[in-house]
T-cell receptor, first 114, second 115 residues
Framework: DTEVTQTPKHLVMGMTNKKSLKCEQH?????MYWYKQKAKKPPELMFV???????INESVPSRFSPECPNSSLLNLHLHALQPEDSALYLC?????????????FGQGTRLTVV | AQTVTQSQPEMSVQEAETVTLSCTYD???????LFWYKQPPSRQMILVIR??????QNATENRFSVNFQKAAKSFSLKISDSQLGDAAMYFC????????????FGQGTTLQVKP
């Protein structure tokens, strides 16, 4: 199983809503990542979890709140988002954050904020 | 700060022919990793090939190969015998050897494959 599974695939939410994005992997990876990708642009790192601890927060606004309940799951809680937060949110995992190991990406959640 | 530059926003190639995508990067590190990722319309980022900076030999994966020029900080991707399924956006990415795992991506090159 070399899959990173993200749900939902599409999400439309209002600016006052609270929603969560979910990411799951069963490859035994200990590093998990959230990236944000705007249309026709490269992904930009948001958060890194290593051994279920947040190791990097790339100055992301507090309306995005990550959570790593266990080594297989990564959530991104969303609250009071703005229309400019509309983007593709990609989850990735790798065996370790510090090793030369491949990062596996999920198919992403296409988020639209209205 | 490290940067990655892809100077070709779009490229096209005839099916079965060869195409080269360009990538340059800037870093003061001596040890790092370089990657090419493919992102088809299905949105999933797929690793195509990777290169460790300490290795002089260019990486090869089937029809995909790189030309890694460390002194020139250049990392181009050659796709041989192009197939329709190769059509996608290709991102060059850099990662330094640290405990962050952070990938820094170039702006991407959209590859069109003509039948």
């Amino acid at each position: 199983d070399t899959e990173v599974t993200q749900t939902p695939k599409h999400l439309v939410m209002g600016m006052t809503n609270k929603k969560s994005l979910k990411c799951e992997q069963h490859m035994g990876h200990r590093a998990m990542y959230w990236y944000k990708q705007k249309a026709k642009k490269p992904p930009e790192l948001m958060f890194v979890y290593s051994y279920e601890k947040l190791s990097i927060n790339e100055s992301v606004p507090s309306r995005f709140s990550p959570e790593c309940p266990n080594s297989s799951l990564l959530n991104l809680h969303l609250h009071a988002l703005q229309p400019e937060d509309s983007a593709l949110y990609l989850c990735a995992s790798s065996q370790e954050a510090s090793w030369n190991t491949e990062a596996f990406f999920g198919q992403g959640t296409r988020l639209t904020v209205v | 700060a490290q940067t990655v530059t892809q100077s070709q926003p779009e490229m096209s190639v005839q099916e079965a022919e060869t195409v080269t995508l360009s990538c340059t990067y800037d870093t003061s590190e001596s040890d790092y990793y370089l990657f090419w990722y493919k992102q088809p319309p299905s949105r999933q980022m797929i690793l195509v090939i990777r290169q460790e900076a300490y290795k002089q030999q260019n990486a090869t994966e089937n029809r995909f190969s790189v030309n890694f020029q460390k002194a020139a900080k250049s990392f181009s991707l050659k796709i041989s015998d192009s197939q329709l399924g190769d059509a996608a956006m290709y991102f060059c990415a850099y990662r330094k050897t640290s405990n962050t795992g952070k990938l820094i991506f170039g702006q991407g090159t959209t590859l069109q494959v003509k039948p």
